[in-house]
């Protein structure tokens, strides 16, 4: 029974477990395998940063919102995933989502919208 190669479909000779037909499209293949998965990875990242955007968007229509975490949690929000980060006079750190922002104070978030003083 022969096999083809697994990148570029060439029939194979010699051993039975051969998966290659040469060193170079070995690594091609392993190349292109890892390729796909960072792809993965950055849209997997990129699709939680707009899930995050549109809920905080969602809980701060007026510009400056207190909600409770869970309420946030429950639409799928994971504030893991954010773009950047301000930290007021008081030291305290507002995490953004482009330019939806969220202040952890205990069990709720304080929603802001980036604003040109915090550049």
Request: glycine share 4%.
């Amino acid at each position: 029974m022969s096999t083809s190669c697994l990148n570029c479909d060439a029939l194979l000779e010699g051993r039975t477990d051969k998966k290659f037909c040469t060193p170079y499209c070995k690594s091609s293949y392993h190349y292109q395998k890892n390729k796909e998965k960072e792809d993965r990875l950055f849209q997997k990242i990129d699709r939680q940063l707009k899930i995050n955007r549109k809920i905080l968007k969602e809980f701060n229509k007026a510009g400056l919102a207190t909600v409770r975490k869970q309420k946030l949690f429950d639409k799928g929000f994971d504030p893991n995933y954010f773009t950047h980060y301000w930290k007021n006079k008081e030291n305290k750190i507002y995490l953004f989502c482009y330019e939806y922002g969220f202040l952890d104070v205990n069990q709720k978030y304080v929603l802001v919208i980036w604003q040109k003083y915090m550049e």
